[in-house]
């Protein structure tokens, strides 16, 4: 029997700071933050490296777009920060629950890149394997694949695994009440999640203001009585910091976080998006100015860490990653019709079946 | 053998698969102490524990999604909507990632899950606790969807939708709940997506499913007493459809009428009429006709009666499938006037097999 | 052209107090509360009579419900303070959304209490007329009529109205999707929307600490960068003074706010209910001795402002009213099987007039 | 006259409705700078305010319930679902409220709010932008769900829509909004509840609606080369149905077919088979069939070709018509065996017109 009209008060997580935590300013310098510890040097170079590659996937798949070999493309470019050093936080056992536009998170989390495109080639809906990379499939309803991170982790838990998972999601998903739902039953159920807002200023064409009137986006852990955390999306170091110190509490049993993370769209939308209609050249080039890549740079070969042959072995990987890619991607498809009976049912019904031999007697007549 | 209301009979399933299968997982709202609104889950929690069966935030959007994420690591999620109403904010949930998860990832992710929805009036409920939206869910491809008619059905296709590889929406109906039959002990029936003839009968099919199946059984027995000899079918699988048995049942009788309480206009009855129709032409002495609820909101509990097919309404329809005589074939119309603007003008008749 | 990405942080509002603002005890003491003002005299007699008054009512329709004149009442008994205070901070002009266990609201905005009646009489859905009254109709499905208060009170401001809403909803509610979008919507529109959340501890058998861990529900308004109240449900003029503030701001341009109030479902959810299967009766005793009516008898004794007649003619009032609702539901209803028909689209569509004819023939026959 | 495309059509709409009724309100997401994703409120915001075109935030249950208030309250929302599988967040809202509200309230508070919902597929877009949702919506009894297929009517339909004191979900079909078509400025074509006969034939009606009335039509230039006259109905509304137009065709031909994108299965095609056979039973030469989507989600982009219904399928469809002989009344099946547990065991057979 359950008694609780006299709920005892907990003690409520403090406010997220209005100023972003910020651990290297936009010029490469060290920034004191006491309370965040800086990743160390190797981890530094890894997530340069992770971006680095990330970036050169990401204008390889603008081209490829260009080219009419992608259906369509939403570009990373300006939020490697959060997605590399999001995705670089991860433990091996972790699960990783990306959005449409973070191909460059799951390249860094390891998964085949032409399988990452395989969705924006008009291939098939998803071209990995969601159990062997520990990473959901590219969700494309905003925010609704919250609420499978806390289940799958609810599950692991049950299973005696500690799987924590990372949910990435947009400023614009964080209105939709899926995001509520899924940041709630986190809450209630104490499940290792952390949910990333990458908030990159815009939802196509709707800036966050838009959206949101709260001081932060991560203010919103207030209300489902968890821990909020504000950071420097352009800061590689704090991104990877913030969501690493997460992801412990999460796993360590102290509850699900929601990050925001400040940054940037660089790129339209997608392809077809044409953002002269709602915003201005200036706002993009003044992140330009805030560009992650440089940062980091800039603070590893200040701090003697990277010197231009590493960083040509990076931009070397990258190319040689952006070649594959492309060669792999150079042919057509071949894909089959009959896969489009095979997988609708663990084995497909008579009925199934009966529409598979039409379309085979078709597609043999024509 | 035990006698079993229907509620009862699944909660013995719900039971049984608990105890058997560590990976079952009952939740949703009020499904912990109380046993649910109509007690389906009663007893559960305190037999396994609240790690097995709780109450969840009250979120069914939350609840189907979280449910998403158990089966996606291999639990076997059985969710409930309170009522069918309360089921449409998990409709997205539902339609885009239940029903398409195993598709999306070519089988990677498959979804164990079931969904239970009570479903249907006739309780006398107020707005929101009487809709029938089996036609959302039988529309959309990748759901299975079965709803029994008997409690030792309700035993068995439950266990074999917790079983299954795929997201199984049960519809239960709702004012059945409290309807009494045999229950062997863990016995299965037939398997849940085969539809089974209740009636043998000669001179119609009555095709019903869930609540209307008792409705077409009394409604058959109505008709006996005037002569006809009336075959029901339970089709308990609307998704997939179980062609062969309902095939064979009008081809054998050649007169059909689909019953049930969703509204008729673009209700699942349609469906049936299209396929049985396709697949019965010529066999047919009458068009096979629907019985269903009007299309209007669902109404209040003091005029429910009017809305929900009944014994007479039944018969009635079934009078209307033309036994007396052969059909003569009548003289085509006259081609209709073509207008100066290119459009046809039509005759605008209305009538009913006018 | 927008620019949005120097978000100027507003100071956001202050966090909800975890202790209730109570400006009577249970003792019917004032407490000194600095930041609120107590209801004048007038109010405060005004408060004690709609409780009576609804408190009569509400028994009433229990005793109906057990002779099975109504088909279903889920009680206001215990949740008076803040029905009645709720519906007593609006403005004629104002308008009031309604869920199903607000009828005490509804009786006390003035609606025939008949009419309140009517759904749940299962007659016909919604009794009253909305427009006259300027009452939504109680709403079933949870959460969902929030967002049509903001655009209710979005449309009035176009016409140049300063129409201000009050919603009420329950504590399970809030865990809804619909209640976030609601509340965010309110936000960004600066609708003046007041939600004012009726934490009865209860959400049919669901206790509130599985529906939320933040500190107070309250506290979820800092997500959305609007104000939070925390109140103490049963006292009628703490909640009489903060819904009233807090519709004066919405009024006055400073938007919408959301309102804990501390209550408790003295009933069972509804007539349908087993509440013993759920909860200790204890409990319930302990909110008993927190009775809103007594709470505020005592003050108003206490101060002189009340007497044993006064009272009585209360009482009396309750009486006559519960009387004239007993007779008029006396006689059986006479409800048309034609008006099936006839209001689901402005004019009735031909498929519909057929299936009157039709049910119109059925009838005729038997 | 102008030529514009569809996607103009609906602009030039909703410019005319906003400068003509103060009530009009156009949002959602993106509808405002950017035109929508569509370019179908393009300068709706410059020349109206941000008063009257806007951005909301990003979710579609609080666009629908915020609409449902407005237009409680006098105004007549207009707003956008971006693509069909992002209306299903508001499913609630639509079914719950949006269909029932002026049902509810006795006629009190009727909703004139328009759902403007851009569906289907055809244009190579990835997974959840090609859904076609219509089935849910039109047996959702109180909404009137239409759509148009040509420029004209796109623009005439739609100002009747806004015009309507009823909510109408207004379905537009995505993959012809680049298709171009004579506009009259201001002009309406036939009532929005009424179909239309696109072309005028004598030996069989293919009922179409939104993006397959042109495929429709192209089917049946591809038929009169094979010697066919095929007769085109565009149905344009589909909840209400208007049987007087659709029933006059059948007749006069005595066979017909039913197109549409959406999976077959419990599709809106079922609904017309079935209203349109019980109406013309006797007059028909061959089952009313469908042509529709397969059972499977929507597919990729580089599968969509095999999925959606195009001319072949249709031809092929039309073949089935059984043209060539009069069907010769079968023997009637030798009654089933009645299986020792008194079930009958079926047939089993499948053969579609076996
Ligand atoms: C439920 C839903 N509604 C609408 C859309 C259409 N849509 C796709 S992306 C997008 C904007 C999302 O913005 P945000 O969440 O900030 O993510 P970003 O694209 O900026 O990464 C919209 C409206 C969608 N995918 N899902
Ligand atoms: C969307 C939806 N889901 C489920 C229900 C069924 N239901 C009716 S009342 C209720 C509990 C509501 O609790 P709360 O919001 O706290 O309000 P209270 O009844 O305590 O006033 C539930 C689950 C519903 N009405 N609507
Ligand atoms: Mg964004
Ligand atoms: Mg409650």
Redo the contacts between chains.
């Keep these: 029997?359950?008694r609780i009209d006299e709920r005892p008060a907990p003690a409520p997580p403090g406010l997220p700071s209005l100023e972003p935590v910020r651990l290297v300013d936009r010029h490469g310098r060290r920034v004191d933050t006491p309370l965040y510890q800086s990743p160390g040097n190797a981890v530094l170079l890894e997530l340069l490296r992770g971006m680095v590659v990330g970036r050169r996937f990401d204008q390889q798949a603008g081209a490829l777009t260009r080219q009419g070999r992608l259906a369509v493309y939403p570009s990373s470019h300006g939020q490697e920060a959060c997605q590399v050093g999001g995705a670089l936080a991860l433990d091996e056992g972790d699960w990783l629950f990306p959005t449409y536009r973070d191909s460059v998170a799951l390249v860094t989390r390891g998964v085949d890149p032409v399988e990452v495109l395989t969705l924006l080639r008009g291939n098939?809906?998803?071209g990995y394997?969601?159990?062997r990379y520990r990473c959901?499939?590219q969700c494309t309803?905003l925010a609704?694949?919250?609420?499978?991170?806390?289940?799958?982790?609810?599950?692991?838990r049950?299973?005696g695994e500690n799987v924590a998972a990372l949910v990435l999601m947009g400023d614009g998903a964080t209105s939709e009440?899926?995001a509520h739902?899924?940041y709630?039953?986190a809450a209630?159920w104490n499940a290792p999640v952390v949910f990333l807002i990458q908030n990159n200023q815009w939802a196509i064409s709707v800036p966050v203001h838009k959206q949101s009137k709260a001081p932060t986006l991560a203010h919103k852990a207030i209300g489902y009585g968890i821990r909020g955390h504000h950071v420097d999306g352009n800061d590689a170091a704090a991104v990877h910091s913030v969501v690493s110190g997460a992801l412990a509490d999460a796993r360590a049993g102290k509850g699900p976080a929601i990050i925001e993370a400040q940054t940037y769209r660089i790129d339209p939308h997608t392809n077809a998006d044409a953002p002269q209609r709602y915003r201005d050249a200036t706002e993009v080039d003044r992140w330009r100015g805030r560009d992650p890549l440089n940062r980091l740079e800039a603070l590893l070969r200040a701090e003697g860490l990277l010197d231009d042959d590493a960083l040509a072995a990076m931009a070397a990987e990258g190319e040689a990653l952006a070649t594959r890619v492309r060669e792999r991607m150079a042919g057509e498809d071949t894909l089959d019709p009959d896969?489009l009976f095979?997988?609708?049912?663990?084995s497909p019904?008579?009925?199934l079946l009966e529409q598979r031999q039409a379309l085979r007697d078709e597609l043999r007549e024509a | 053998m035990t006698e079993l209301t229907m509620a009862q009979a699944l909660n013995l399933a719900l039971r049984d698969a608990l105890a058997e299968d560590e990976r079952v997982?009952v939740y949703g709202?009020?499904v912990?102490?109380?046993?649910g609104?109509f007690r389906v889950t009663d007893g559960l929690t305190e037999a396994f524990g609240e790690?097995r069966c709780f109450?969840?935030?009250?979120?069914?959007?939350?609840i189907?999604?979280?449910?998403?994420?158990?089966?996606?690591?291999?639990?076997r999620?059985v969710v409930e909507m309170q009522f069918d109403?309360?089921g449409?904010?998990a409709?997205?949930?539902v339609?885009?990632?239940v029903?398409?998860?195993?598709?999306?990832?070519?089988?990677?992710?498959?979804l164990p899950l079931v969904i239970r929805i009570p479903y249907g009036g006739g309780i006398?409920?107020?707005?929101?606790?009487s809709d029938s939206s089996e036609?959302?869910y039988?529309?959309t491809?990748?759901l299975?969807v079965v709803t029994p008619a008997t409690p030792a059905d309700a035993y068995s296709m439950l266990r074999e939708a917790i079983e299954?590889?795929?997201p199984v929406v049960f519809l239960e109906p709702k004012r059945r709940y409290w309807s009494k039959g045999e229950v062997e002990p863990g016995a299965r029936t037939?398997p849940m997506?085969r539809a089974?003839?209740r009636r043998?009968g000669?001179d119609a099919t009555l095709i019903a499913y869930g609540p209307m199946v008792t409705t077409a059984l009394d409604t058959a027995a109505a008709a006996s007493a005037e002569g006809l000899d009336i075959e029901v079918v339970d089709l308990r699988s609307l998704?997939?459809?179980d062609?062969?048995?309902v095939?064979?049942?009008v081809?054998?009788t050649?007169r059909a009428v689909v019953v049930h309480e969703?509204?008729t206009?673009?209700?699942?009855?349609?469906?049936v009429?299209?396929?049985v129709?396709?697949?019965c032409?010529?066999?047919?002495d009458?068009?096979?006709?629907?019985v269903g609820g009007?299309?209007?909101?669902y109404?209040?509990?003091?005029?429910e009666e009017?809305?929900l097919p009944g014994v007479?309404?039944i018969l009635?329809t079934l009078a209307r499938l033309q036994w007396e005589s052969r059909?003569v074939?009548?003289e085509?119309?006259a081609?209709?006037a073509?207008a100066p603007n290119?459009?046809?003008l039509?005759?605008?008749?209305?009538r009913?097999?006018?």
């Excluded at chain 2, 206009?265 to 469906?271: H, K, S, T, V």
């Excluded at chain 2, 032409?281 to 047919?284: C, E, I, K, T």
Aim: no cysteine.
């Design positions: 029997m359950k098939w809906h998803s394997d969601s159990n959901a499939p309803p609704t694949n919250a609420s499978h991170a806390v289940g799958l982790t609810y599950a692991a049950r299973k009440g899926d739902e899924a709630n039953f209630v896969e095979a997988h609708v049912f663990a019904t008579a009925q | 997982l709202e009020d912990g102490p109380l046993g609104v790690d109450d969840s935030p009250l979120a069914e959007s939350g189907v999604g979280t449910a998403v994420g158990m089966a996606m690591y291999g639990q999620p109403a309360f449409y904010p409709f997205e949930q339609v885009s990632h029903a398409k998860m195993g598709n999306r990832t070519r089988g990677g992710l498959r006398g409920g107020v707005e929101h606790h036609a959302y039988a529309h491809p990748g299975r299954s590889p795929d037939e997506d089974v003839v043998v000669t998704a997939p459809f062609d062969a048995t095939t064979a049942s081809r054998k050649g969703a509204s206009f673009g209700g699942y009855g349609a469906e009429v299209a396929r129709t396709e697949r032409f010529h066999y047919l009458a068009p096979v006709l629907r009007f299309d209007i909101p109404p209040p509990p003091k005029l009017h809305h007479d309404r009635d059909w074939e009548p085509r119309s081609p209709s073509v290119g459009l046809v039509p005759a605008h008749d209305t009913v097999n006018a």
